[in-house]
């Protein structure tokens, strides 16, 4: 298994290019599944997760294309609806064919997503959201099987807002008979442009950023050019890791716009932040003020940058409070950033305080999510002395040539096979 070795003590300095955002991507591949003909995706991050649901379309029958950066899927050849556990356990959000399977085909079979690191990610809303949709679900020997004639549109009110969710009863009701309405639906930029997204393959959707989004279901949807939107996670980890080391970077190709709620959260820390059109300007001070964070569904702060910015604070002067409040088991990071040092106590489960050190020292430790590997090479790159991390793996699902980008900002950073 890779693993990555960072000596720490370098400032970041130079340019980086933001990839395409995961997030965006894989809902956007999944609803190719909507169209009986060939989509062109452009800006498509080379990412194990990108990987992972090629993989699950081609399994389904889809033909796919790579090439660098772009990804052809031609729907039309789709023959199967049921998506396997061996692919699905790879990655959950292999839930977001259920609704495009059964839009189409009156009939999806998905294996149950599993337990997660982060917390317990139930889906149930997904499938209340199928049910109001007219269709019949059953679960059984780890598979949903959902099915209906053709879906019905219908009123949906999410408990809480949910990305995955909104997005697949989104893709379910484009294809549905009449007017549906998702009530308290989650509104981050990855909804707005996969609604975008559908809006030009011929759906009628309306209200995509906010809390109701109105979907006139239409007979069926045809081919379009689909480009990604920058990666507004991958964006903000270069933003923290810039002001960690106490250096200057350009980051471009990224979406100011998305990223409200890191900007101001940085800045409060004493990070200089430069916004231009579409790119950003992030120059690190040498005292991080601390600072309080409480996570939140968009526009609040993202929880997948909660991981990042508790290293931040790590090694700011006094304490903060982070509070995660949309996961329930999001801290394991914790555990790893006290080997190196940090001083960090947890409450309840999901408030951490943090008194900021003088300084973190390198430590073998181990990545157990996405994010967390992001805040462990952080970590490593202000520790002193070489860090190791291991399970790299999960980094790979989500940072397309993290090593490469922050070698070129000049990193000590190199992967270990
Ligand atoms: N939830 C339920 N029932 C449901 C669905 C969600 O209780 O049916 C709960 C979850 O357990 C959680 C909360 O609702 O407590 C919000 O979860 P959400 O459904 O919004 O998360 P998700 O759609 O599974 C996406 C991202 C995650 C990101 C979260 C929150 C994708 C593919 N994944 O997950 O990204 O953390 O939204 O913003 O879009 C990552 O990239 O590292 C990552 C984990």
């Known amino acids: 298994m890779d693993k990555i070795q960072i000596t720490g003590g370098r400032k970041l300095q130079g340019e980086v290019n933001i990839s395409g955002a995961k997030n965006a991507a894989l809902p956007l591949i999944a609803s190719s599944i909507l169209v009986n003909g060939k989509i062109c995706f452009t800006n498509v991050p080379d990412l194990m997760d990108i990987t992972s649901i090629r993989l699950l379309l081609e399994d389904l029958g889809a033909e796919c294309n790579v090439s660098p950066g772009c990804l052809e899927v031609d729907g039309s050849l789709i023959d199967k609806i049921e998506a396997e556990y061996d692919l699905v356990r790879k ?3 292999s839930i977001l064919v259920l609704g495009p399977l059964v839009a189409r085909f009156g009939h999806a079979k998905v294996s149950m997503p ?4 982060i917390g317990a990610r139930p889906v149930n809303m997904h499938l209340s959201g199928l049910e109001a949709l007219g269709a019949t679900i059953s679960i059984e020997h780890g598979y ?3 099915k209906a004639d053709r879906l019905v549109g219908s009123e949906i009110y999410f408990d809480m807002p949910t990305v995955t969710g909104t997005e697949n009863l989104m893709m379910a009701a484009t294809l549905a008979k009449g007017k549906s309405v998702l009530r308290n639906a989650a509104r981050e930029p990855e909804i707005v442009t996969l609604a975008q997204a559908l809006n030009k393959m011929g759906a009628k959707i309306e209200g995509a950023g906010t809390a109701i989004i109105t979907i006139e279901g239409v007979k069926e949807l045809h081919p379009a050019d689909i480009k990604i939107i920058p990666d ?3 964006t903000g980890t270069f933003m923290v890791a810039a002001a960690a080391t106490c250096g200057d970077i350009l980051i471009k190709g990224c979406e100011p716009d998305h990223i409200g709620g890191i900007i101001s959260k940085l800045k409060a820390a004493g990070a200089i932040i430069e916004i231009f059109k579409d790119s950003i300007r992030v120059v690190g001070s040498k005292t991080i003020q601390s600072i309080d964070i409480k996570t939140l569904p968009y526009p609040g702060f993202p929880t997948d940058m909660q991981a990042q910015f508790m290293t931040l604070m790590t090694i700011a002067t006094g304490n903060s409070m982070i509070h995660e409040s949309v996961f329930e088991n999001r801290f394991i990071h914790a555990n790893e950033l006290l080997r190196m040092g940090a001083d960090i106590s947890i409450r309840n489960g999901n408030i951490a305080s943090i008194r900021g050190v003088k300084e973190l020292q390198a430590a073998p430790v181990m990545a157990s999510d996405l994010r967390a590997s992001a805040s462990l090479v952080i970590a490593g790159l202000i520790a002193k ?3 190791t991390i291991s399970r790299v793996y999960h980094m790979d699902r989500g940072y ?4 490469k980008k922050l070698s070129l900002l000049g990193a000590d950073i ?3 096979k």
């Open 91 to 93: 990655m959950r959000a």
């Open 114 to 117: 599993g337990g997660c690191a």
């Open 144 to 146: 949903i099987e959902a």
């Open 232 to 234: 507004r996670i991958e």
């Open 385 to 387: 002395g070489t860090t």
């Open 400 to 403: 397309e040539a993290i090593e």
């Open 414 to 416: 190199k992967r270990m």
